[in-house]
């Protein structure tokens, strides 16, 4: 694999990436914000998370494909690999997202609110 097909690779991963994040958008855009932040988060962390394919490699591809590979043709023990690197940033994200706080949105027109003397 040369350089610049490395790059495309890439390229192309996270404009399918960034389009699968949209479509969640769109699905749960209705939901509460504290449920949609959790999800957006973990699922952005799943989709754009590099990891090495090979120990003595440079080349990075994604960590939860690699993981997935791995554990269906090389077993549990190679899962892990990666696996545990994930599951362990997915948790994480999805904490955060359940732990910042959340504004209140005044929902009154301006027009409508007092304004102090």
Known sequence: MTDTQYVWGWIIYLAGALGCLL???????????RAKRPVMLTTAILLLLPGTVLPEQTYLAPALLVS????????MEAFWRH??????????????????????????PPRERQQPD
Not at 68 to 75: A, N, P, R
Not at 83 to 108: C, H
């Open 23 to 33: 479509s969640l958008w769109l699905l749960i855009r209705r939901w509460p914000l």
């Open 68 to 75: 997935l590979y791995d554990g269906l043709s090389l077993g």
């Open 83 to 108: 696996g545990s690197f994930v599951l362990i940033a997915a948790g994480i994200a999805f904490t955060v997202g359940l732990l910042l706080p959340v504004a209140k949105v005044d929902k009154q």
